[in-house]
C-alpha cells in the first residue's frame, strides 16, 4: 500500500512529510517548493508504508508541469490512500480538490491544516458534521507543531472508498 | 462517478452552509504590514529596503571570513607551504597543481598570492572554500529567511507586472533569486512556470544573464566598486533580451494567480536545514567541476592553446567589444571556469570601464558545465536554442556595452 | 476605537520629519551637493551604495510614518508607523554588522584585532540610521499596548 500527500500548493504538504517520515524535505513559505515528488517511509501501525509527497495541485485538470507530476502520480499508483491536505483557512477550494479525488475512487482521509490560522482568522468548522457528510475521516491539524498528526495517522488505518451519491444524500440532494 | 464543477460547487457550498461559520474578521497588525509590502506605493520602498538590507549582509560577512581571515591563511601559509613541499617546481604537474608562476629572463618567479597563482590546489582551492563558501553560506542563509517568513510571494506580486513584459509572471522572480546562489536549482525551479515558452525564456535568461554566487563572490572580492555597474548592466540585459525573446518566441505567456500565504514566523531548525542542504547539494555539484575547470584550463595554457585562441579572436576583443587583447586569454578560459576567469581578469591593467565591459562579458558567456548538464536534462532542442540565443547576445550586448562606453566618453 | 493619542502623533510626527530629513541628507551628501559630513557624534555616509541607496531607505521611512499619522490608531495606519520603524531597524542593524565585522580581524597588524582597536571601531560618529534606532524603538511599546487593549474588548 502507498500513502499520496495531496493539496494545493503551500497548504503545508512538506511540513507533513517531513512530521511522518523523519525525513528533511525543504519547506518553504511560496508555493511550488515540491516540483519532484519525494518518497519516503512511515510507519502505520506497526507496518512500514510508502508516503509520496506529491506536488501541489489545484485540481485533477493540470494547469502546469508540477500539477501535471502530481496527477499523473494519482493515476499511476495502485494501492493508494490519500492524504488531502487542506488550508483551513480557505476550505472550500481545499474541498473542491478532495472531492475530485473522492470521485475517482481512492480512500480519503482529509487534514484540516493551518488550524491556528483558521481560528486567527475566526472561522469555525465543525469537524464531526464535515466528517459524517464527507463519510470520510476529518482531522484538525497545525503541521507546523505537530499537532493532529497522530491522529491523522490513526484515522488512515479505516480509510475506505465512499460513493458520492451518499454525500450528494447527506447534504439533501442537489440544486 | 465524476461529477461536474459546478455539481461539486453546488456540494461544496452546501457542506460549507452546514459546518463553517465565518466570524467578525478583524486585520491584525501582520495583515495590516502584509498588505503594505503588496500596495505598490509603499511595496516598492519596503522592497528596495529588503534588497538593501541583502545586499549588506552579503558584503560585511563575504568580506568579514574572504578579506579578514582566508585571503591571509591561504596567501601567508597555504601557498608558501605548498610551494615548499611541492616536489618540480617549474614543472608542468607543479604548475597545474600549485602556481604556473611567472617566467622572466629563463628564471621562474613563484606568485605571492593564491588569485594569481592559478593551480587547483592554490587558486582552485582558495575560490571555492575561501571565496565562494562564505558568500554562498550568507546568501542561503538570508534567501531562506526570507522565504519562510513569506516574503518570496509579496516579491512576486510586486514584480508580476515588469515580468509580463518578458513573457514571464511573478513567479518567475524565484528561479531568478535562486540561480543568485546557483544556476543549478535555479533551471529545476523554471518547472513551477506553465508553458514551454516561458520555461526556455526563463532558463536561457538564467544561464546567460544571472551570476551565480560563485562568481558574485569574486566580484566582491576582486572588483567590489564596480558591483553597482556590473550588475546594472546584467539586470538591463535580462529584460532587453527577455522583452526580445518574449517577441519571438512561439507559444503563450498565460496570467498566474499569485496565492499569498501570510507572514509566519520562521522556524529556526528548518533554515539550519536548508541552509545546509543547499551547501551540500553546490559542493557535491560545483566543487568537482571548480577544480577539473581549474585543472583544464592550465592545461589549455600549456599547450598554448588559448595563447593561439587570444591571437586569433583578439580583433574581435579589441575592436567589438572594447577590451584589452590579454583579456582574451581569461574570457576564452571563462568557458570552462567563470569565477577564476573574473580573477584573472583583476590583475590585468585596464580601464575602469574596460574592466566593467570583460566582466560583464564573463558573466553572460556560457553557462557553467553542471548548469549545461541540467538545461540538457530539459531537452536538447531547448539547449541548442538556448546556446543560440548565447551566441547572439554575447555578441551584441558585448558590442553594445562598448558603443554606450563610447556614447559616454569613457571607453 | 475612535480613540486620540496626542501625545503619539507628535511623537511620530517628530520623529518622522527628522527621519525623512536625514534621509535627504544621505543623497544630497552622495550627489556631492552637500560635502562630506561628519559633526561630532554622526557620520552621513557618501557612497553610492550606503548614502544613496540607503538614503532612499531612510527617506521612505520618514515617509512612512508621516503617512501614517493621520488616523494613527487604525491597524492599516499603525502598519506604516511599524513599517517605518522596521525599515530602520534594518538600516541600522546592517550598518552595526558593518562595524562588528570590521571591528574583529586584525588587517595587517595580526589575525584578530588588539582590545583597544576592537572597542574603539565602536567609538562615534554613527550613521543617523543608528541614532535614529533608539527612538525608532518606542514602537514597540505602542504594539504592546495595542495588544494589551485588544485583548481587554
Given at each position: 500500500m502507498n500513502?499520496?500527500?495531496?493539496?494545493h500548493?503551500?497548504?503545508?504538504?512538506s511540513?507533513f512529510?517531513?512530521?511522518l517520515t523523519?525525513?528533511s524535505?525543504?519547506?518553504?513559505?511560496?508555493p511550488g517548493?515540491?516540483?519532484?515528488?519525494?518518497?519516503?517511509?512511515m510507519r502505520?501501525?506497526?507496518?512500514?508504508?510508502e508516503l509520496?509527497?506529491v506536488?501541489?495541485?489545484f485540481s485533477?485538470?493540470?494547469?502546469?508541469?508540477?500539477?501535471?507530476?502530481?496527477?499523473?502520480?494519482?493515476?499511476?499508483?495502485k494501492?493508494?490512500?490519500?492524504?488531502?491536505?487542506?488550508?483551513?483557512?480557505?476550505i472550500?477550494?481545499g474541498?473542491y480538490?478532495?472531492?475530485e479525488?473522492?470521485?475517482?475512487?481512492?480512500?480519503?482521509v482529509?487534514?484540516?491544516?493551518m488550524?491556528?490560522?483558521a481560528?486567527?482568522?475566526?472561522i469555525?468548522?465543525n469537524?464531526?458534521d464535515?466528517?459524517?457528510i464527507l463519510?470520510v475521516?476529518?482531522?484538525?491539524?497545525?503541521?507546523?507543531?505537530?499537532?493532529?498528526?497522530?491522529?491523522?495517522?490513526?484515522?488512515l488505518?479505516?480509510a475506505?472508498?465512499?460513493?458520492i451519491?451518499?454525500?450528494?444524500?447527506?447534504?439533501g440532494?442537489?440544486? | 462517478?465524476?461529477?461536474?464543477a459546478a455539481?461539486?460547487?453546488?456540494?461544496?457550498?452546501?457542506?460549507?452552509?452546514?459546518?463553517?461559520a465565518?466570524?467578525?474578521?478583524?486585520?491584525?497588525?501582520?495583515?495590516?504590514?502584509?498588505?503594505?509590502?503588496?500596495?505598490?506605493g509603499?511595496?516598492i520602498?519596503?522592497?528596495?529596503a529588503?534588497?538593501?538590507?541583502?545586499w549588506?549582509i552579503?558584503g560585511?560577512?563575504a568580506?568579514?571570513?574572504?578579506?579578514?581571515?582566508?585571503?591571509?591563511i591561504?596567501?601567508?601559509y597555504?601557498l608558501?607551504?605548498?610551494?615548499g613541499?611541492?616536489?618540480?617546481q617549474?614543472?608542468w604537474l607543479?604548475a597545474?597543481?600549485?602556481?604556473a608562476?611567472?617566467?622572466?629572463?629563463?628564471?621562474?618567479?613563484?606568485?605571492?598570492?593564491?588569485?594569481?597563482a592559478f593551480g587547483?590546489?592554490t587558486?582552485?582551492i582558495f575560490?571555492a572554500?575561501?571565496?565562494?563558501?562564505p558568500?554562498i553560506?550568507?546568501?542561503?542563509?538570508?534567501?531562506?529567511?526570507l522565504?519562510d517568513?513569506?516574503?518570496?510571494?509579496?516579491?512576486?506580486?510586486?514584480i508580476?507586472?515588469l515580468?509580463?513584459?518578458i513573457?514571464?509572471?511573478?513567479?518567475?522572480?524565484?528561479p531568478?533569486?535562486?540561480?543568485l546562489g546557483?544556476?543549478?536549482?535555479?533551471v529545476t525551479?523554471?518547472?513551477?512556470?506553465?508553458t514551454?515558452k516561458?520555461?526556455?525564456?526563463m532558463?536561457?535568461?538564467?544561464?546567460?544573464?544571472?551570476p551565480?554566487g560563485?562568481?558574485?563572490?569574486?566580484?566582491?572580492?576582486?572588483?567590489p566598486?564596480?558591483m553597482?555597474w556590473?550588475?546594472l548592466?546584467l539586470?538591463?540585459g535580462y529584460?532587453i533580451?527577455?522583452?526580445?525573446?518574449?517577441k519571438?518566441?512561439?507559444?503563450?505567456?498565460?496570467e498566474?494567480l499569485?496565492d499569498?500565504?501570510p507572514?509566519?514566523?520562521?522556524l529556526?531548525?528548518?533554515?539550519?536545514?536548508k541552509v545546509?542542504g543547499?551547501?551540500?547539494?553546490?559542493?557535491?555539484?560545483?566543487?568537482?567541476?571548480?577544480l577539473?575547470?581549474?585543472?583544464?584550463v592550465g592545461?589549455?595554457?600549456?599547450?598554448e592553446?588559448?595563447?593561439?585562441?587570444a591571437?586569433?579572436?583578439?580583433?574581435?576583443?579589441?575592436?567589438?567589444?572594447g577590451?584589452?587583447?590579454?583579456?582574451?586569454?581569461?574570457l576564452?578560459?571563462?568557458?570552462?571556469?567563470?569565477?577564476l576567469?573574473?580573477?584573472?581578469?583583476s590583475?590585468?591593467?585596464?580601464?575602469?570601464?574596460q574592466?566593467?565591459?570583460?566582466?560583464v562579458l564573463?558573466?553572460?558567456?556560457?553557462?557553467?558545465?553542471?548548469?549545461f548538464?541540467?538545461?540538457?536534462k530539459e531537452?536538447?532542442?531547448?539547449?541548442?536554442?538556448?546556446?543560440a540565443?548565447?551566441?547572439?547576445?554575447?555578441?551584441?550586448y558585448?558590442g553594445?556595452?562598448?558603443?554606450?562606453?563610447?556614447?559616454?566618453?569613457?571607453? | 476605537m475612535?480613540?486620540?493619542?496626542?501625545?503619539?502623533?507628535?511623537?511620530f510626527?517628530?520623529?518622522g520629519?527628522?527621519?525623512?530629513?536625514?534621509?535627504?541628507?544621505?543623497?544630497?551628501?552622495t550627489i556631492?551637493?552637500v560635502?562630506e559630513?561628519?559633526?561630532?557624534?554622526m557620520?552621513?555616509?557618501?557612497?553610492?551604495f550606503g548614502?544613496g541607496?540607503?538614503?532612499?531607505?531612510?527617506?521612505?521611512?520618514?515617509?512612512?510614518?508621516?503617512?501614517?499619522?493621520?488616523d494613527?490608531n487604525e491597524?492599516?495606519q499603525?502598519?506604516k508607523?511599524v513599517?517605518?520603524s522596521?525599515?530602520?531597524w534594518?538600516l541600522?542593524?546592517?550598518?552595526?554588522?558593518?562595524?562588528?565585522?570590521e571591528?574583529?580581524?586584525?588587517?595587517?597588524?595580526?589575525?584578530?584585532?588588539?582590545l583597544?582597536?576592537?572597542i574603539?571601531?565602536y567609538?562615534?560618529?554613527?550613521?543617523p540610521?543608528v541614532?535614529?534606532?533608539?527612538?525608532?524603538?518606542?514602537v514597540?511599546y505602542?504594539?504592546?499596548?495595542?495588544n494589551?487593549?485588544e485583548?481587554?474588548?
Amino acid at each position: 500500500m502507498n500513502v499520496l500527500l495531496m493539496g494545493h500548493p503551500n497548504v503545508g504538504k512538506s511540513v507533513f512529510f517531513n512530521r511522518l517520515t523523519g525525513a528533511s524535505v525543504t519547506e518553504s513559505n511560496y508555493p511550488g517548493t515540491t516540483i519532484d515528488y519525494t518518497k519516503g517511509y512511515m510507519r502505520i501501525g506497526g507496518k512500514s508504508v510508502e508516503l509520496i509527497d506529491v506536488p501541489g495541485t489545484f485540481s485533477l485538470n493540470p494547469k502546469d508541469k508540477a500539477e501535471e507530476v502530481a496527477v499523473a502520480m494519482l493515476h499511476e499508483s495502485k494501492d493508494v490512500k490519500v492524504i488531502c491536505v487542506i488550508d483551513a483557512s480557505k476550505i472550500e477550494r481545499g474541498l473542491y480538490l478532495a472531492l475530485e479525488i473522492i470521485e475517482q475512487g481512492y480512500p480519503v482521509v482529509i487534514a484540516l491544516n493551518m488550524w491556528d490560522v483558521a481560528g486567527d482568522k475566526n472561522i469555525t468548522i465543525n469537524i464531526n458534521d464535515l466528517s459524517r457528510i464527507l463519510g470520510v475521516a476529518v482531522v484538525a491539524t497545525t503541521a507546523i507543531s505537530g499537532e493532529g498528526i497522530k491522529e491523522l495517522v490513526t484515522s488512515l488505518d479505516d480509510a475506505r472508498p465512499v460513493e458520492i451519491d451518499n454525500i450528494i444524500n447527506n447534504v439533501g440532494g442537489l440544486t | 462517478m465524476t461529477l461536474d464543477a459546478a455539481t461539486r460547487w453546488d456540494i461544496i457550498d452546501k457542506i460549507s452552509k452546514e459546518t463553517i461559520a465565518f466570524g467578525k474578521y478583524r486585520h491584525t497588525l501582520t495583515d495590516a504590514i502584509g498588505e503594505l509590502t503588496v500596495k505598490p506605493g509603499t511595496g516598492i520602498p519596503i522592497a528596495i529596503a529588503i534588497l538593501y538590507g541583502f545586499w549588506s549582509i552579503f558584503g560585511s560577512f563575504a568580506g568579514f571570513f574572504t578579506d579578514g581571515f582566508f585571503v591571509r591563511i591561504f596567501d601567508e601559509y597555504w601557498l608558501v607551504w605548498l610551494q615548499g613541499v611541492f616536489p618540480g617546481q617549474g614543472g608542468w604537474l607543479y604548475a597545474i597543481m600549485v602556481d604556473a608562476g611567472g617566467i622572466q629572463s629563463g628564471q621562474f618567479i613563484p606568485s605571492d598570492n593564491c588569485l594569481e597563482a592559478f593551480g587547483v590546489l592554490t587558486s582552485g582551492i582558495f575560490v571555492a572554500i575561501g571565496v565562494v563558501l562564505p558568500a554562498i553560506l550568507i546568501f542561503y542563509f538570508m534567501l531562506a529567511l526570507l522565504e519562510d517568513i513569506g516574503y518570496m510571494p509579496r516579491l512576486a506580486v510586486l514584480i508580476d507586472t515588469l515580468l509580463h513584459k518578458i513573457g514571464l509572471h511573478g513567479y518567475a522572480i524565484v528561479p531568478t533569486i535562486l540561480s543568485l546562489g546557483c544556476n543549478v536549482p535555479g533551471v529545476t525551479a523554471t518547472r513551477i512556470l506553465e508553458t514551454k515558452k516561458q520555461r526556455f525564456i526563463m532558463m536561457t535568461l538564467l544561464a546567460i544573464f544571472i551570476p551565480c554566487g560563485a562568481q558574485i563572490g569574486i566580484m566582491e572580492d576582486v572588483v567590489p566598486g564596480l558591483m553597482g555597474w556590473i550588475m546594472l548592466y546584467l539586470l538591463i540585459g535580462y529584460f532587453i533580451f527577455g522583452f526580445v525573446l518574449n517577441k519571438i518566441v512561439p507559444g503563450e505567456a498565460p496570467e498566474f494567480l499569485i496565492d499569498v500565504p501570510p507572514y509566519r514566523k520562521p522556524l529556526v531548525s528548518n533554515i539550519f536545514k536548508k541552509v545546509w542542504g543547499r551547501l551540500v547539494g553546490f559542493f557535491k555539484v560545483a566543487l568537482p567541476f571548480v577544480l577539473l575547470g581549474c585543472a583544464i584550463v592550465g592545461i589549455l595554457y600549456m599547450l598554448e592553446v588559448i595563447d593561439w585562441l587570444a591571437v586569433v579572436l583578439s580583433p574581435i576583443f579589441i575592436g567589438w567589444f572594447g577590451v584589452p587583447a590579454e583579456t582574451a586569454g581569461p574570457l576564452i578560459a571563462a568557458f570552462l571556469r567563470k569565477d577564476l576567469a573574473v580573477a584573472q581578469l583583476s590583475t590585468i591593467e585596464m580601464t575602469e570601464y574596460q574592466m566593467i565591459t570583460a566582466v560583464v562579458l564573463v558573466s553572460i558567456y556560457f553557462p557553467c558545465v553542471a548548469t549545461f548538464a541540467m538545461m540538457l536534462k530539459e531537452g536538447w532542442k531547448e539547449l541548442l536554442a538556448a546556446l543560440a540565443v548565447l551566441a547572439v547576445v554575447v555578441f551584441l550586448y558585448g558590442g553594445l556595452i562598448h558603443v554606450i562606453g563610447i556614447l559616454l566618453g569613457v571607453a | 476605537m475612535a480613540e486620540k493619542s496626542p501625545l503619539a502623533v507628535f511623537y511620530f510626527a517628530v520623529l518622522g520629519i527628522l527621519t525623512a530629513a536625514f534621509g535627504f541628507a544621505y543623497l544630497l551628501v552622495t550627489i556631492g551637493i552637500v560635502n562630506e559630513f561628519t559633526y561630532s557624534l554622526m557620520e552621513i555616509p557618501g557612497d553610492m551604495f550606503g548614502g544613496g541607496w540607503g538614503g532612499i531607505v531612510l527617506l521612505s521611512a520618514g515617509l512612512f510614518y508621516l503617512m501614517g499619522l493621520k488616523d494613527f490608531n487604525e491597524i492599516h495606519q499603525f502598519g506604516k508607523i511599524v513599517m517605518a520603524s522596521i525599515l530602520i531597524w534594518l538600516l541600522a542593524g546592517c550598518d552595526i554588522f558593518v562595524m562588528i565585522t570590521e571591528s574583529i580581524p586584525g588587517g595587517d597588524e595580526g589575525w584578530f584585532n588588539t582590545l583597544s582597536g576592537f572597542i574603539e571601531t565602536y567609538y562615534p560618529p554613527y550613521t543617523p540610521a543608528v541614532l535614529l534606532l533608539p527612538f525608532s524603538l518606542v514602537v514597540i511599546y505602542y504594539i504592546y499596548n495595542r495588544n494589551t487593549r485588544e485583548e481587554k474588548e
